[in-house]
């Protein structure tokens, strides 16, 4: 008899979270699993992707009476004799747009909030998955009937802005508690030591035979660029991600004088504020947002360096599919970073500040042979971990 599985995410929208999920996905048995997925906001370029054996299953009317405009909402729950709805509906909206507090911690606070919008569930699944922190782990934790509950940490868990008391309650209630990495992992242990046992390390997944075979185009934009170096940047646009130090490092190298430019990947809050110190520092022509790519593989696999500038990461999908692509790589020296690279092996690592990472990609731009040199060793390295489905599984109570 197949085991039914629940998993539970914000969307399929182009972070690395979702990348992971749908490379999950694809490769489940589901002559062994029914798989359901519940989406806070059904909608991404990965919603598409989603294998046809997964079943996406609504969240309620209620969910989606909350989740109208603000005063269609109200009207909605107060035409259906709901008022004790529509105030919370008017305190989740206040609480989400409190600018103040980090916004993971602001949906901890919201959450009372939207949780009784949730109807008791009517089918008790044999594992339920939050495959994200935040609200996929609060509904697994206090909205789903399964035997075992799981939920997943993507990142360094002390720079997410989260309230660990808050957390506490939450942790208490799952079986299990995934993390991506050993590091990931330790900063878990030393904030909840009384859920030590609970944590464990799966990676993302990443498979070369995929993204090989999806990275054989050239992009349109860099066709005619002889002699202009391109740089490439995968991730959401936000603080987290270091365009910040990315945009005056293309600052310093362009008043240097190298010939580049530099293209980012991914969508987010800060774009626009981002394009305006662009435009401000006169870089428009060095470097350019392109937007969410439903397939970034042929960026990463014709530029001449990948950058990831980030300020903390949990373990980077993006780094482990330059790595599949043999590119020269920059990263800063965030906490996890030396999870996947080794300084002067297989990547050049920066201090955490502009002027390193210009003076990184500008030692690859000076010496062809150390660019050379990096893309060898990542060559010769295995790459890929699709057996890591198998620590998936063992969750599940399969060997």
Not at 232 to 255: N, P
Not at 304 to 329: N, W
Not at 346 to 366: C, H, Y
Request: glycine share 6%.
């Amino acid at each position: 008899m197949k085991k039914s599985l629940l998993f539970v995410m914000e969307s399929m929208k182009s972070g690395g979270g979702e990348r992971s999920l749908l490379s999950l996905l694809q490769l489940i048995n589901y002559e062994k699993y029914d798989v359901d997925l519940m989406l806070f906001d059904p909608s991404g370029l990965f919603f598409d992707m989603i294998p046809h054996e997964v079943n996406v299953v609504s969240l309620g009317k209620g969910y989606e009476f909350f989740t109208k405009p603000f005063v269609e909402s109200l009207k909605t729950f107060l035409l259906n004799l709901k008022p004790g709805m529509a105030l919370n509906r008017l305190r989740y909206s206040r609480t989400v747009n409190q600018k103040n507090i980090p916004e993971l911690e602001r949906d901890q606070l919201a959450w009372k909030y939207l949780r009784p919008v949730f109807q008791k569930p009517e089918v008790k699944y044999d594992a339920a998955i939050g495959y994200l922190e935040g609200k996929p782990n609060f509904f697994v934790a206090d909205c789903v009937d399964a035997k075992v509950k799981i939920g997943y940490i993507h990142n360094d868990y002390s720079k997410l802005g989260l309230n660990s008391s808050s957390d506490k309650k939450t942790f208490d209630k799952l079986d299990i508690i995934v993390t991506v990495s050993d590091e990931c992992k330790k900063v878990l242990e030393k904030t909840f030591p009384q859920f030590a046992k609970k944590f464990c390390v799966i990676e993302n997944i990443t498979s070369p035979k995929i993204l090989t075979k999806m990275s054989e185009e050239i992009p349109e934009e860099f066709v005619g660029k002889d002699g202009e170096k391109i740089i490439v940047t995968v991730g959401r646009i936000s603080q987290q991600k270091g365009y910040d130090i990315a945009i005056e490092a293309a600052e310093i190298l362009a008043k240097k004088g190298y010939n580049f430019k530099w293209f980012s990947i991914g969508k987010g809050e800060l774009r626009e504020e981002f394009e305006r110190r662009i435009e401000e520092k006169k870089l428009q022509e060095k470097f350019v947002f392109l937007g969410e790519k439903s397939n970034p593989y042929p960026y990463l696999a014709n530029c001449d360096i990948y950058v990831q500038s980030s300020y903390f990461e949990g373990k980077s999908i993006a780094v482990d599919e330059a790595k599949i692509l043999a590119k020269p790589i920059v990263a800063t020296k965030f906490t996890t970073v030396y999870d996947q690279l080794a300084d002067g092996e297989t990547a050049l690592l920066a201090e955490i500040n502009a002027e390193s990472v210009a003076e990184k990609i500008a030692q690859l731009f000076d010496d062809e042979n150390l660019a050379e040199t990096l893309s060898e060793n990542l060559k010769k390295m295995k790459h890929g971990n699709e057996e890591e489905i198998e620590k998936f599984y063992a969750l599940l109570g399969e060997k």
